[in-house]
T-cell receptor, first 112, second 116 residues
Framework: DAKTTQPTSMDCAEGRAANLPCNHSTISGNEYVYWYRQIHSQGPQYIIH???NNETNEMASLIITEDRKSSTLILPHATLRDTAVYYCIVSSYTGTASKLTFGTGTRLQVTL | DSGVTQTPKHLITATGQRVTLRCSPRSGDLSVYWYQQSLDQGLQFLIQ???????AKGNILERFSAQQFPDLHSELNLSSLELGDSALYFC???????????????FGPGTRLLVL
């Protein structure tokens, strides 16, 4: 499984963009980058995923570098409710099975 | 709300006992995954089922077992419980479980198990 490296914690002012970086230098060509977040002890919440191209949905944008060795999750206008642990994950699958390997994530604190 | 349901929400039991955690996947999803989250280990993949068959195994102890029923709900059985089994147990589901084309897993709210 490709490993990911994320900063342990980050702060962001409410209303500003939160940019969460992730390194995944050993990612394989067919592995996707996923972002999940976990608010307190709730179930992980899917945010976005991508393979090569940048992606955007109603929650966030995902920017993947051309060499695919790193990515950035962007929350365009962070609110207090975005305070959570954010996990960058490279999914692994064998063609018949898949699993997510969670690291320690980035604890994002959004402040007033 | 992800559409994945888990029962019970909380479970308190004693060492040596056996418990069963239940998971109902999202409508239409055939694959179910179980994860364990403890304070010192983070979120760890335990096992995956697809349409009733085991597909992949992770760090699942021999004291633990799971199954997926014809109606696609899944149960995780934990036996001979130890203090260290206290954790959050999450179930996730996806359409096929093959992971192809960036197949997304959706997580349930979890079951908090406390072993005393």
């Amino acid at each position: 499984d490709a490993k990911t490296t994320q900063p342990t914690s980050m702060d962001c002012a409410e209303g500003r963009a939160a940019n969460l970086p992730c390194n995944h230098s050993t990612i394989s060509g067919n592995e996707y980058v996923y972002w999940y977040r976990q608010i307190h002890s709730q179930g992980p919440q899917y945010i976005i995923h991508g393979l090569k191209n940048n992606e955007t949905n109603e929650m966030a944008s995902l920017i993947i570098t051309e060499d695919r060795k790193s990515s950035t999750l962007i929350l365009p206008h962070a609110t207090l409710r975005d305070t959570a642990v954010y996990y960058c994950i490279v999914s692994s699958y064998t063609g018949t099975a898949s699993k997510l390997t969670f690291g320690t994530g980035t604890r994002l604190q959004v402040t007033l | 709300d992800s559409g994945v349901t888990q029962t019970p929400k909380h479970l308190i039991t004693a060492t040596g006992q056996r418990v069963t955690l239940r998971c109902s996947p999202r409508s239409g999803d055939l694959s179910v995954y179980w994860y364990q989250q403890s304070l010192d280990q983070g979120l760890q993949f335990l096992i995956q089922y697809y349409n009733g068959e085991e597909r992949a195994k992770g760090n699942i102890l021999e004291r633990f077992s799971a199954q997926q029923f014809p109606d696609l709900h899944s149960e995780l059985n934990l036996s001979s419980l130890e203090l260290g089994d206290s954790a959050l147990y999450f179930c996730a589901s996806s359409v096929e479980g093959s992971g192809g084309a960036g197949e997304t897993q959706y997580f349930g709210p979890g079951t908090r198990l406390l072993v005393l």
